[in-house]
């Protein structure tokens, strides 16, 4: 069977994965490019993806580096299913809704600017309308369920622990009568979180995708974490200041409202208000409460004790506008809660502007920032950051809390990937910035001697022994050159081992093709096809004599 690697590789975001065996063509989730123009520009063509001949896509969890390109897909022509668990379901309404919004928006600003600039206009990827056509291709799965697909394929989800409803998925598929099974780590959650589950343990597999957030990196605890929590809310007290928290709408903000009641119902802090500016977080916080059976033993003790591990003494709601605004009236010590994660985009970007250049304020970055964000740019030390066209001073308090990721560490990982019991597993190390993925490829080659590979953009493989004529050697990810690269090799002047490398990798996709055909049973009878073989040959044959 052939893999094709589309997104999330050498990058944490545009989660895609393409396998196809004999006719039949699926994705491993679906998810939308972050961070940067050049990067965003992914998002706009998806016909690699196949969307018309693609069956189905198994999507492993809501956030939207995961499913925000499944609106875009449909529209393009996918009419297969999206498979996930019930709460990702519930998740992705509210979320490719939010993801959709912002999409309009964005169009309409870049129209106004290009309209005043003369230029072309060009619409959003997709419209709210479009985002809540797609919800009804979403068939459910429930946890540990095995769902026979199609042509000898079957499908398993199993609990990642990474936020609600999120999912590791397991994949059996016939190869020549033998089972052969491929494992999807998806996001791994990070065995400390509260309200999830700990991500489920897998021991059997022949060919892994794991994820490397943070394959470099190891969290503080979360009791040194929420210590630092607290010192920051007592600092702020007293000073009556704000903290400000940019989170990510789906599990951060919930688990924050779960630590901060916590520091409360344990008497460490008294009651402030706290702020959840974000309608998304709201939705999500909702959903949340009737997902309950996918809480963890903790946190489901604590419903039946009669607690709300959701609620707070003064939790403030603030859907519209309008009451977004009143919150920078509110003189009283306080926390904020805010989305994007990342300070992209959305309301979290007013309050920066009206806080980072305050000495007394505090700003808490919880979650992962990715290159090119502006949560990046905060955390690596900018002096000013441009909001709505102004430049705001960064005066503000920074802080890094670790503690609070939905990512397994370095050492969860590996951890993790410990309970495999085939010495013969295969890994592709995918959703990590490029460094990071390769640092834990190697690491992973050292401990365990498993064949890891670091795969690229679009990168294409075959997988499984019987077509190992066909498959190139797992190498190691300098060898490998993407036609993309190539091409930008020979437009800055060319050299003659990229032109080779050139004629190589196309001689060997024609012997595929030619090779994948006549498996079909084609004949070749086209005489062109012939003629410019012939022509080929004779014009190789021409080259070598003369040299
Ligand atoms: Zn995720
Ligand atoms: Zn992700």
Redesign the pocket.
């Known amino acids: 069977m052939r893999v094709e690697f589309l997104g999330g590789v050498r990058t944490?975001t545009g989660?895609a994965t393409l396998l196809e065996k004999s006719s039949l063509k699926w994705l491993v989730d679906c998810g939308m490019f972050q961070g940067g123009k050049e990067l965003e520009e992914r998002n706009r063509n998806v016909q690699h993806y196949y969307p018309e001949e693609l069956s189905f896509i198994l999507l492993t969890h809501a956030?939207i580096?995961?499913s925000g390109l499944i609106p875009k897909l449909i529209k393009e022509g996918f009419h297969g299913k999206v498979i996930c668990t019930k709460a990702t379901r519930e998740l992705c309404e509210v979320m490719l809704q939010d993801s959709a919004h912002i999409q309009e928006m964005e169009a309409e600003w870049q129209n106004r600017k290009s309209r005043r600039a003369g230029g072309e206009e060009a619409g959003p990827l997709y419209t709210i309308k479009d985002a809540e056509r797609s919800l009804q291709y979403f068939q459910t799965i429930g946890y540990d369920e095995v769902l026979q697909i199609k042509d000898g394929v079957k499908v398993r989800f199993q609990d990642a622990g990474h936020i609600l409803g999120s999912a590791m998925i397991e994949i059996w598929v016939e190869e020549e009568g033998k089972e052969k099974k491929l494992v999807f780590s998806g996001?791994l959650g990070n065995s400390d979180q509260p309200i999830v589950r700990d991500p489920s343990l897998v021991k059997e597999g022949d060919v892994l995708w794991l994820e490397s957030t943070y394959g470099n990196r190891l969290h503080k605890s979360r009791e040194e974490t929420i210590q630092e929590l607290l010192g920051i809310i007592q600092k702020a007290i007293r000073h009556q200041a704000k903290v400000i928290i940019p989170a990510f709408a789906v599990e951060r903000t919930q688990d924050i409202i779960y630590t901060i009641g916590q520091l409360i119902r344990k008497g460490f802090i008294p009651s402030v208000p706290v702020y959840i500016d974000s309608p998304l977080a709201i939705s999500a916080t909702e959903i949340f409460k009737r997902n309950s059976d996918c809480f963890d033993q903790e946190t489901r003790a604590l419903l039946l004790s009669g607690e709300n591990p959701l609620n707070l003494p003064e939790l403030i709601y603030t859907q519209t506008p309008e009451e977004s605004k009143t919150i920078n009236k509110d003189t009283r010590p306080g926390i904020i809660i805010s989305a994007s994660g990342m300070c992209d985009s959305g309301r979290i970007q007013h309050h920066l502007k009206h806080h980072l250049w305050r000495e007394s304020s505090h700003i808490v970055i919880i979650g992962y920032q990715a290159e090119g964000t502006v949560g990046r740019r905060i955390v690596d030390g900018a002096k000013t950051i441009r909001f709505f066209g102004e430049e705001i001073a960064v005066k503000a308090h920074i802080h890094t809390l670790g503690g609070f990721s939905a990512h397994a560490d370095q050492k969860g990982l590996l951890e993790w990937l410990s309970h495999f019991n085939n010495p013969r597993l295969e890994v592709f190390v995918n959703?990590g910035e490029e460094k990071t993925s390769m640092g834990l490829g190697e690491l992973i080659r050292q401990q365990f001697h498993f064949r890891t590979a670091i795969p690229q953009w679009r990168e294409k493989r075959f997988l499984f022994a019987s077509e190992k004529e066909m498959m190139p050697e797992m190498v190691t990810p300098e060898k490998v050159v993407p036609e993309e690269r190539v091409e930008e090799v020979l437009a800055h002047g060319g050299t003659w081992s990229a032109l080779f490398r050139h004629l190589d990798r196309n001689y060997k996709k024609l012997r595929r093709k030619l090779k994948r055909e006549r498996l079909k049973g084609k004949e070749f009878t086209d005489p062109r096809w012939l003629r410019q073989l012939e022509e080929i040959n004779e014009k190789l044959e021409k080259l070598e004599s003369e040299l």
Do not use: A, C, R
């Open positions: 944490v989660s956030h580096d995961h996001d959703h």
